[in-house]
């Protein structure tokens, strides 16, 4: 009698050892990796007209060569912008201060909607907060104004580095303007750099600037300022009209030469476009592999229409 009694307990010790072990491995928390990715996207017609009823079924996307499915497809209309200005103020600039304060100007008077928010940095060897978020056209240009007489005045973005001697940190100006302002807000966002796309001094090289961009959904817009020697453009100058070009393609944005281009034009452009684009996001069927590059491609099934969107995306 006493051994079955034994034999019972065991049987219900071991009853509630299994019963116990599930509930707490019912209490475990789930882990699945995921890695979904979302791109913003401008289409256009042959004319150049931006196509504003593109439908989830007109495109395809495919990472690495491999298509993917469409979870998430949205478009946005006269959506507010949360918009990054970046002058460059280095010595090579200094023949276009006037005609960055009046570009600047035109784009803040003609562009800037009531919604709209806009910050701005000026760069040389030091990152300085021109002005931050704001509506206020006026309150930037009166900013800038300061700066070019009092550029200390304002307070720095970005570490202060080691043996930055020379004049120009252009990648960095890139880098942190996401970093520290951007990459923190939603919505439609882009920077517009004034430069000729020169660097001598940033802590950052240019594919770290354009992976910062393409990891926090920024789309960045080069104008480009070139001073000509002799009517000519000199190895320096030639280097920083690709490194402006590529910046700009990766990111889904454009390269505009400001000396041929009207700035009412080319600005009221980079706003439509902002303004009316599309978003779409997908679970990607790619192995996940850290610090890798996942190429991305939208293609319209109308192949008359031109897309234009970053180039990829680092896996981190």
């Known amino acids: 009698m006493a051994r079955g009694k034994r034999r019972a307990g065991a049987a219900l010790l071991a009853l509630a050892v299994a019963l116990l072990g599930g509930k ?15 791109v913003a996207f401008s ?50 600039q200094d023949h276009f201060t006037k005609q960055h304060e009046h570009d600047l100007e035109v784009f803040l008077k003609d562009v800037l909607g009531p919604r709209d928010r ?22 930037v240009l009166s ?21 930055r001697d020379l004049g120009t940190a252009f990648y960095d100006s890139i880098f942190y303007s996401i970093t520290e302002k951007l990459a923190k807000e939603n919505g439609r966002r882009a920077l517009l750099l004034f430069s000729d796309g020169e660097d001598n001094s940033s802590s950052h090289d240019m594919m770290t600037a ?31 009209i690709r490194v ?4 700009a393609k990766e990111t889904g944005g454009a390269h505009i030469d400001a000396s041929t281009t009207d700035p ?31 190429q991305i491609q939208i293609l319209p099934k109308n192949s008359s229409i031109t897309i234009r969107s970053k180039t990829g995306y680092y896996s981190r």
């Not at 961009?213 to 030639?238: C, F």
């Not at 009221?268 to 850290?290: C, G, M």
């Open 24 to 38: 707490a491995r019912a209490q475990e928390p789930l882990r699945v990796t995921v890695n979904l990715a979302t």
């Open 143 to 163: 900013n800038m104004k300061i700066y070019k007489k009092k550029t200390a005045a304002f307070p720095e973005i970005a570490p202060e580095k080691q043996g």
């Open 264 to 294: 009412r034009t080319y600005f009221r452009q980079i706003a439509e476009e902002l303004r009316t684009s599309y978003e779409l996001a997908y679970y990607s069927t790619n192995p996940l592999k850290p610090d890798s590059f996942h």
């Open 118 to 139: 806009v910050f701005l940095i000026g760069f040389g060897n030091h990152l300085r907060l021109v002005s931050d978020f704001t509506n206020s056209s006026a309150q």
């Open 43 to 92: 289409a256009r017609d042959p004319g150049g007209t931006l196509v504003d009823n593109l439908r989830k079924e007109d495109v395809e996307v495919f990472e690495d060569a491999r298509q993917q499915t469409i979870s998430h497809f949205a478009k946005s209309t006269d959506v507010p912008l949360t918009l990054g200005l970046v002058v460059d103020a280095s010595g090579s």
């Open 210 to 240: 354009i992976e910062t961009a393409q990891a926090a959904n920024v789309v960045i817009y080069s104008i480009r300022y070139t001073e000509r020697h002799d009517g000519k453009l000199t190895p320096r100058n030639q280097y920083g």
């Open 244 to 247: 402006m070009d590529r910046i």
